[in-house]
Structures are given as structure tokens and as C-alpha cells.
């Protein structure tokens, strides 16, 4: 029996829970018991058998226990390591162009209309609850420019439970869209302040990130401003790397005095062990190694990468190369809000390199089950607080049936707990994911008010 220090257990849940370690990408828990303290960390793990101990040590009682029903599993939250909450209200359609001209045309003139709290109120509530509703317990955000619609993002979130790193986008150059850009100092003073504000609010999962929308978007001063701040307040930092190829071209161009893409944020001090990069796709071994030094993560980003037509992540070398890797939808250059989207995206692309190169080693469902929850707690340095059901941790899950009246897939007498994640991951949805939890607080269903 594992414990924690807390001696109450408030909810504790008997059953099958399913979730990754360092050394096993699936870990079935089947007549198990979990504790969930006053604060929603998990206070215990034990076999059914030790239940009565269990009770006494934890202080409930037997007929509190939650029995979940045959078939039924808990499994950690997934982690949504990059999408744009903004960008969520054309998600599904302008996947025509690639990247460079997508965010010309489709992109930059919506996120302009994000100073307008009304619209941002209604996409902001919608992605937050699409999200949630299918098992996104922790979102890493963009917004946009305007500090204090990013403000209502992390209000809602907090809101509705959902635990999130919410960044207001930084840009000084756009030429495409003049209107739709900060001056330097407005971008840095907004920032601090969009900090400060965040911070102030105390909401207890929702943190600010720093966010430089990605190099070409950024003057120098800004990047070393943006580089500054995060040092000196400990944060973290997400944007994007070597998405296409045509940008990593363009970047080159910029910063000429710079080795690689990668190298400019190093320049800036924007690569460190709480940093997020979405894409990566055309990176080199060498700038694997300055992620893997600096403790930098990746978020694949599967469904925008073949979307956009930007390129295919080799997750295995990312992986060989020991660097962190999470999971992101890319909301809307990726279509779906969902993680399970992701996951089977992923499983694509790694297949479509096997298709390309039959000696490649394809990654399982498997490991990216694991990238979904406990890779993407380590890709936003979370790993001390979520992404497995570690005694101590958050408790962050969610509840998935197989047998839900209007269930998209079929269960056979001979299926497996282990059959069973699979068909989820490949064939299941929001409606096998009856319940969602956040530290410990159940968050979907949603209250009737909201
Ligand atoms: O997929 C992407 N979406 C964006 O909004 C963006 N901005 C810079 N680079 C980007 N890539
Ligand atoms: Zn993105």
C-alpha cells in the first residue's frame, strides 16, 4: 500500500484504473482502491483485499465507496499541450493553405476580433467545455494580443474546473495584417501586466505562460524582453518551431547570426525546462540536443502537421533523442479539440513513416497513450502534480464507459480491460466520458446552471 501524509480520505473510488508509468506505457489496476484527499490528491492505492485497513488508516467508511460498474475504468486526464482557445471558432474548415498563408488569410483576422469581450466570451466558453467534455483536463492556451480578453480565457477556465497555462500572445511584426500586432513596449508592458492581473486572481489551476506567437512574428528586443521576464518570474514559455519548411527558411533569413531556429530562442533565453514548442518537425539532430540539454519539451501536434501539409514529426527520434514530448491538437490548424484525435493522428503519421521506410519502428497506442496523459504533464513540467494516479499527485481523470446506451463502439465477452482501452482510444468519445475530474473536483458533467 502506498500513502501520502494527509489521514482523510473524501472520496475513494473501487475498481479498474489504467495509467502509465516511466517504465510501463499502460498500467492496468483492475479491484483497486483509490483515495482522494480533502485537497484532491490522491492519499492512496491499495488492492480491494486491503480495503478494511485501508478504511481504518484513511477514515471512511466501507458504504462510502464508489463501486464502479463492470467495464468501467479511470484513466489520468489527458494534456492538451497546445491549442489556440481563439482560433476554436473555425475549427473544422480553412485548412486549404499552408502555414505562412493560412495565418495571413484565416488566422490573424479573426484572433484581430478577440478585443471584443462578447465574441471572446462565447468561442472562450465553447473550447473550454468542448475541451473538458472530451477528457482535456489540463489545456496549454494561446490566446491572442489582447490582454484582457486573455484574462476572461483564464477566468473561464477557472470557471468550469479545468486546469490550464494560459498565454496572451506576443507579436511586434505583422505584415500581412497591420492591424493585428502590438509596438514592442506595449507587447512587454501588456505582458507584465497580463501577468500580474493572472497571478493576482489566485485561481488555483489556472497559471499565466509566456508567449511569443514564434520568432518570425517577433522583433529581437521583444524576444530578450519576453526571454527577461520568464527568468525572472519562473515561468513558463510555449511557441511554435520549425513547423514547415518554408519557415524555417524564413527564420534563417531573420536571424542570420543564429545557428538554427532553435538556437534564436536559446539566443533569448526561451528555451529552458518549462518550455513548450509546438511542432518541431524539421528539426536537426543537433537542435534535439539543445532541447534535450536545456530540458525544453515538443508538442506533437499530428492532425495540424498533415492539416496545413507542414510535415511529419519521427516521434521515435524524438524520443531516442530523450526529449520530452506531449501531445497538442493545434486547434484549428488541427480540426479536432479532441485528444483522442491526437492520439489516433499520431498513430498515422507514425505509420505513413513506416510506410515511407519499412525498417522504421512505428510507435504503439500504447506509448501514446502515455503521451497523452503522463508526456504531456512532463512536457509543461507538471509531472510533480498530474499525469498518472501517483499517490500524491492531483486527481485528475477521467471515468470511461464502454457501455453507454449510444456508445460508438462494441464490447465482446472475450474483450480485455486492455482490448477495451484500445477500442476507446481508436472508436470511443465524449460519450463513453462520463465523468471529468480536477483536483479531485468532479467538473463534467457540468452544473445544470452552466
Ligand atoms: O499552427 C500554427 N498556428 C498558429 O497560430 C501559428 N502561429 C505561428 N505559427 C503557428 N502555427
Ligand atoms: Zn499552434
Redesign the pocket.
Known sequence: MLRSNESRAEKVFRGTFVHSTQNEAVQILEDTVLGVDKEGKISFLGRADEVKQLSQTWEFQLSDIRQLKQGEFFMPGMVDTHI?AP?YSYAGTALDLP?LQW?NKY?FPVEKQYRNAKFAEDTYTKVVKRTLKNGTTTACY?ATIHTDTSLLLGEIADRFGQRALVGKVCMDRNEAVIDYKESTKESVEETKRFIYELLKRKYPQVKPIITP??AP?CSEELLHSLGQIAKSNDLHIQS?IS?NREEVALVKNMFPACSSYTDVYREYNLLTSKTVM??GCHLTDKELEMFKTSGAAISH?PN?NIS?CSGMLDVRRVLKHNVKLGLGT?VA?GYSPSMLDAIRRALDTSKALKIQNPGYETVSYKEFFRLSTLGGSQALSLDDTIGNFEVGKDFDAVLISPSVPDSPFDVFESDTTENILEKFLNLGDDRNIVEVYVAGNRVVPFEKSA
Open positions: 489556440h482560433q502555414l495565418l488566422t494561446f506567437r514564434f512574428s511554435h513547423e509546438a511542432h501536434c495540424s496545413l493545434d490548424g
